[in-house]
């Protein structure tokens, strides 16, 4: 279900245009606005759920289908050689949208600090 008030579920709906790289019934892939590292890109799940602390029994089943999804479609856009997975949860991780969603670094070398 989708949020009146949420950004990425704008973003779905077509509402707020974004770069899309791969999008389909359940989930939807679009490059980050103010990247991170030479690739970024935002993986989000269709249905609306604010975090991983809040997520039942089939949007678990989501996340573990977008996990899945996730390396062929970061391979098709730039991160053949590597790519980092990052979920930012709350306050402490500076999360600002709160929809779930999976960060998709790489492109480069990436620092680890
Ligand atoms: P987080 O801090 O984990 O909540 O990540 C939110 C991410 O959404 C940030 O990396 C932002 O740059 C990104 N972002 C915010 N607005 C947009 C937008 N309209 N299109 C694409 N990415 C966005």
Redesign the pocket.
């Known amino acids: 279900m989708l949020k009146e008030d949420c950004?990425?579920c704008k973003?779905i709906e077509g509402k707020?245009?974004?770069?899309k790289v791969y999008e389909d019934d359940k989930m939807l892939v679009?490059?980050?606005?103010?990247?991170?590292a030479k690739v970024?890109l935002?993986a989000v799940p269709k249905d609306h759920f604010k975090l991983l602390a809040d997520m039942n029994a089939s949007q678990a089943e989501l996340l573990k289908y977008m996990l899945e999804k996730i390396p062929s479609i970061a391979a098709e856009n730039g991160c053949e050689k590597g790519f980092r997975l990052?979920?930012?949860q709350g306050e402490d991780?500076?999360?600002?949208?709160?929809h779930l969603?999976i960060?998709i670094l790489g492109g480069q070398t990436l620092p680890w600090e």
Do not use: M, R, Y
Request: charged share 15%; aromatic share 12%.
């Open positions: 950004l990425f973003i707020i245009p974004s770069t679009f490059k980050d606005i103010e990247p991170k970024h935002l990052v979920i930012n991780a500076g999360q600002s949208v709160f969603h960060h």
